[in-house]
């Protein structure tokens, strides 16, 4: 991450959660421990609490996870600011929930609404989990065609395009069943039920999206300071009327991840850092270009790397 490298900076969603996330940054850096004391303020509970000691059961509650997960993304970028101030991305993307984390990073959305938001989100989504009950499968190495066919005649949806290999389906478990019986027919080896809550990205997600979408009525929205990728459209974020119709839209749309990683590349990012717990993106990025520069940030070690690798 040379300082000639352009850089874009990535952030994590719901599925990367882990007990402990973000505890040995608050007590090594004191600009993340502010990040936490101010969130627990605005939400009017110890939300670190529930990231540094869980209970596990608490912590994957879409209601904290989601508003976890930005807190701990916005802390290690302040961990690594306070070891280089200089520091510098071009532009930013996040997965599903994390795209809030990119937008807020942005200027587009203020840190205490960005909490807000995540709340009712993670609360909606939960709800809609209970209302319409659905699961979700990740298949890899199977041909795209022959995917979108199966996933069309199973009554599913097609989630996630996460790598060229790797595609996530959601819907009902009566029509995951059916994808996995017709996939393995079709020689497809690689099916993997995720342990997930329900049916993200799809049309059982409607009633939360409903609900989004009269939470984001009352909040301000600005333009974008630098680029944000749009989980959506796989493009750049425009307006903040559009962005705010995108980010409704993004709870039952489908995650083109692997369209906004080849439109940073066509900007000329060469590296990419992944700032929160987890290292699926940068797994994930690893499959789109290879030829990438990586880093994340998840915890102070990986921090104390990063740092190292940096021209200073």
């Known amino acids: 991450m040379g300082e000639k490298m352009k850089t874009a900076i990535l952030f994590p969603g719901q ?3 882990t007990v402990g996330m973000g505890k040995d ?3 090594a850096f004191p600009m993340a421990k502010a990040i936490f004391d101010r969130a627990n303020a605005v939400l009017g509970y110890d939300l670190a609490q529930i990231c540094f ?3 596990g059961e608490k912590l994957t509650q879409s209601c904290f996870t989601q508003p976890g997960i930005f807190v701990v993304s916005l802390a290690a970028l302040a961990a690594l600011k306070q070891l280089k101030p200089g520091v510098e991305f071009v532009a930013a993307a996040g997965l599903s929930s994390g795209e809030w984390t990119a937008l807020h990073l942005a200027g587009v959305v203020s840190f205490e609404d960005t909490l807000k938001i995540l709340e009712v989100r993670g609360k909606a989504m939960q709800a809609a989990c209970e209302e319409r009950p659905g699961t979700m499968m990740s298949v890899i190495g199977a041909d795209p065609a022959l995917l979108a066919k199966i996933a069309q005649e199973s009554g599913i ?3 996630n395009f996460n790598s060229p290999e790797q595609t996530v389906l959601s819907g009902t478990k009566a029509g995951i069943d059916a994808a996995e019986s017709a996939l393995k027919a079709a020689g497809v080896r690689k099916a993997i039920r995720l342990n997930v809550a329900g049916a993200f990205h799809s049309v059982l997600m409607a009633s939360a999206a409903k609900k989004l979408e009269e939470a984001l009525a009352g909040i301000a929205f600005h333009a974008p300071q630098w680029p944000v990728i749009s989980n959506v459209t796989g493009q750049f974020h425009t307006t903040p ?7 409704v839209r993004q709870v039952t ?3 083109q991840w692997v369209a906004g990683i080849q439109r940073l590349q ?6 990419f850092l992944e700032c929160g717990p987890g290292k699926v993106l940068t797994g994930l990025v690893k499959r789109i270009d290879k030829q990438a520069a990586l880093y994340n940030i998840s915890d102070r070690a990986s921090l104390e790397a990063v740092a190292a690798s940096l021209a200073s």
């Not at 009327?241 to 980010?247: F, G, P, S, T």
């Not at 066509?266 to 590296?271: I, N, Y």
């Open 53 to 55: 000691e869980g209970p």
């Open 266 to 271: 066509a900007e000329g990012v060469q590296a």
């Open 253 to 255: 749309g489908s995650v």
């Open 241 to 247: 009327d559009e962005i705010r119709k995108l980010m």
């Open 15 to 17: 599925g990367a959660q």
């Open 25 to 27: 940054l608050a007590e």
């Open 157 to 159: 949806e097609q989630a």
